[in-house]
């Protein structure tokens, strides 16, 4: 991969796709992302990774129905989690969930798919999957 550094990996819950977040020290105005491959074949999904403009990408997660990927991203002071409907391979929405206490440092779906978690230097941020809007503020560790 030559995109960037691949500072997280997830496989989708039916194992045939995995996802490699990436961040890019290398190229100056130029951010994160994620590449899509294809286990089966070892091949790419598609040329161009879902980029994350917002920053560089810690983590990523697959929900439990393998319909959302979540990528955490380090903004620079602070950070967020854009999410994305795998079939299409598009946003699910153009604002990201911000997280202004910190950066992302990892993402996580529970086991039913209704609540994301995205951890930051500092703590845990909880969002309503479903709503897209925070359960709690700032919860400790």
């Known amino acids: 991969m030559t995109e960037g550094y691949v500072q997280g990996v997830a496989f989708s819950p039916d194992g045939k796709t995995l996802a490699a977040g990436y961040d890019d020290d290398v190229v100056v105005g130029r951010r994160g992302g994620v590449v899509l491959w294809n286990t089966a074949r070892r091949e790419r999904l598609q040329d161009k990774p879902l980029a994350v403009t917002e920053g560089d990408v810690q983590g990523v997660a697959f929900s439990p129905d393998g319909k959302t990927l979540a990528a955490g991203y380090d903004g620079g002071g602070g950070g967020g989690v854009v999410l994305w409907d795998t079939a299409r391979r598009e946003r ?41 809007e925070r359960l709690q503020e700032n919860p400790s560790p």
Not at 98 to 125: H, W
């Open 92 to 132: 699910l929405q153009e604002k990201p969930l911000a997280v202004t206490e910190g950066y992302v440092q990892g993402v996580a779906f529970s086991p039913d798919g209704k609540t994301l978690a995205a951890g930051y230097s500092g703590g845990v941020v909880l969002w309503d999957t479903a709503r897209r």
